[in-house]
């Protein structure tokens, strides 16, 4: 793609983010289909989380299964979503779709499982990953939607006033940036606002046991992770932060490290000497006062 071609499909990007007129005209389901939608896809998830935690620690059929399960919740809830919705994700069905094909009859022992079967399933759960951004956005309806696009002009101004933030917008979508988390204490705390570029935001878990950050992307070579810990609430501050690496859902390595108590907002950097990944997990193990917070997460 020429340089210009990028940019364009950049300003394309920034354009459709901010005036959201895609998912404006499919906000006409009602709202007991968009509830319904969204217990189905959060089952979904919940059972893709739990298919690529057995899958890592070699529990094979035991994945297998959850990894079915997760497809069948992942197209009720698509079911039940508008259909001018689903269109614009067609694309990203059929990947699902096709991969979910290949995955055959889940077996009762990991050892018949065969290695077509799990790297179908590897494949379906990549490709159910890439669904989740374009999902959350789905299943608002027109008032949620609204206040979406609210939130959205705030930060472009915030954006316009902060380079620094311009810059990591630009960056997240030349490079399909897309970050969740284990939970959000809410809406002024979501998952974004850790690769906003804006030290000021910052991601706040609800819960106050292990909670996670995920970021994926294209695959690339990370040089460094930095890390900033959170400082805006009083009680709230990560204290020890395991990272892990992945590849076509595969663990590529597992590193940790800790916050000084008496530094708050503290950064580290975490050398990652090149190593290949499409996804990086950041897990805040344990914190300082009530829970766990992220100011900033960028990579290198």
């Known amino acids: 793609m020429t340089g210009a071609g990028r940019w364009g499909r950049v300003f394309a990007s920034m354009v459709e983010y901010l005036t959201m007129r895609r998912p404006m005209r499919g906000a006409g389901s009602d709202a007991v289909r968009r509830a319904a939608a969204l217990e189905a896809l959060r089952e979904a998830r919940q059972k893709r989380d739990a298919s ?11 994945a297998l299964r959850l990894g079915a399960e997760s497809l069948e919740r992942l197209r009720r809830g698509l079911e039940r979503i508008d ?47 890439a669904l989740d951004g374009r999902l959350d956005v789905a299943i608002l309806d027109r008032r949620g939607l609204l206040r979406l696009r609210r939130q959205r002009w705030v930060l472009a101004a915030a954006i316009v006033l902060a380079p620094v933030g311009l810059a990591a917008f630009v960056r997240g979508e030349l490079r399909g940036l897309h970050i ?41 070579r990370v040089g460094t992770l930095s890390i900033q810990n959170g400082d805006l609430l009083p009680d709230r501050a990560a204290r020890k932060v395991q990272v892990e690496f992945y590849l076509d859902g595969k663990s590529y390595g597992t590193t940790s490290r800790e916050f000084d108590v008496d530094r708050p907002g503290q950064s580290i950097d975490l050398a990652a000497a090149g190593l290949l990944c499409d996804r990086i997990r950041i897990v805040v193990a344990t914190h300082y006062g009530t829970g766990g917070a992220l100011a900033e997460v960028r990579v290198n």
Do not use: H
């Open 180 to 220: 969740r988390a284990s939970s959000v204490l809410d809406e002024e705390y979501a998952a974004d606002r850790a690769i906003d570029g804006d030290p000021e935001t910052e991601w706040v878990p609800a819960g106050s046991g292990e909670e996670w950050v995920e970021l994926r992307f294209r695959a690339r």
């Open 52 to 62: 690529e935690l057995l899958l890592l620690r070699g529990s094979r059929a035991e």
């Open 83 to 129: 259909a001018s919705d689903a269109a614009l994700m067609k694309r990203a069905i059929e990947r699902v779709e096709r991969c979910g094909a290949r995955l055959g009859t889940p077996p009762q022992l990991d050892s018949a499982v065969t290695s077509a079967q799990a790297a179908a399933l590897r494949a379906l759960l990549r490709a159910e990953g």
